[in-house]
């Protein structure tokens, strides 16, 4: 049972352009969202964060958007840049557990 | 400020047998939790101590367990080791506080023959 689901295996964006990450998820429960970026032979680093009482959280390039009633959010860098090539993982959490749930990652190419 | 540690960096073991995996949480943090990654998955979350009593658990079979010590550094141990275990295994540290991120180390690959 796949709770949290990133449909796309691989992406790949021009340097520059936009890279759009997307992320479905079915336990309505969750409250509390996400981002880590894992280089190979590295532990995952967390990126960027969004409760379900916003819509929108930006910092910097990177700006994660949640679209509630959809159960769907995406993560957005502009402009993208070659250090930014890695796995993606979108992760999960209700509200006062702090056991998060994990997508299976997409990974993302940046072409100079 | 020290991230979270692991060691060792990688294992090998045999069916049947018995490993301990390591991890110092970062400073400041009094909770930690580990997570299973196989290969193309995203990390599965096994259990988490928060001031050296388990506080929740995933879907993992008793022969996973773990302990966390006072200086909230923390043990995995997993008996009766099967070639599914195979797997890199991840160790996060946090400041129990709802909603707070979790910093994670490196990992530990273990590969069971």
């Known amino acids: 049972d796949q709770q949290v689901k990133q449909n796309s295996p691989s992406l790949s964006v021009q340097e520059g352009r936009i890279s759009i990450l997307n992320c479905d998820y079915t336990?309505?429960?969750?409250?509390?969202f996400l981002w880590y970026k894992k280089y190979p032979a590295e532990g995952p680093t967390f990126l960027i964060s969004?409760?379900?009482?916003?819509d929108k959280n930006e910092d910097g390039r990177f700006t994660v958007f949640l679209n509630k009633s959809a159960k769907h959010l995406s993560l957005h860098i502009v402009p993208s840049q070659p250090g930014d090539s890695a796995v993606y993982f979108c992760a999960a959490a209700d509200f006062g557990n702090e056991k998060l749930t994990f997508g299976t990652g997409t990974r993302l190419t940046i072409i100079p | 400020e020290t991230g979270v540690t692991q060691s060792p960096t990688h294992l090998i073991k045999t069916r049947g047998q018995q490993v301990t995996l390591r991890c110092s949480s970062q400073?400041?943090?009094?909770?930690v939790s580990w997570y299973q990654q196989a290969l193309g998955q995203g990390p599965q979350f096994i259990f988490q101590?928060?001031?050296?009593?388990?506080?929740g658990r995933g879907n993992f079979p008793p022969r996973f367990s773990g302990l966390q010590f006072p200086n909230y550094s923390s043990e995995l141990n997993v008996n009766a080791l099967e070639l599914d275990d195979s797997a890199l295994y991840l160790c996060?540290?946090?400041?129990?506080?709802?909603?707070?991120?979790?910093?994670f180390g490196p990992g530990t690959r273990l590969t069971v023959l």
């Open positions: 336990n309505s429960m969750f409250d509390y």
């Open positions: 400073s400041g943090h009094n909770t």
């Open positions: 996060a540290s946090s400041q129990r506080r709802m909603n707070n991120e979790q910093f």
């Open positions: 969004i409760s379900s009482i916003k």
């Open positions: 101590y928060y001031r050296e009593e388990e506080n």
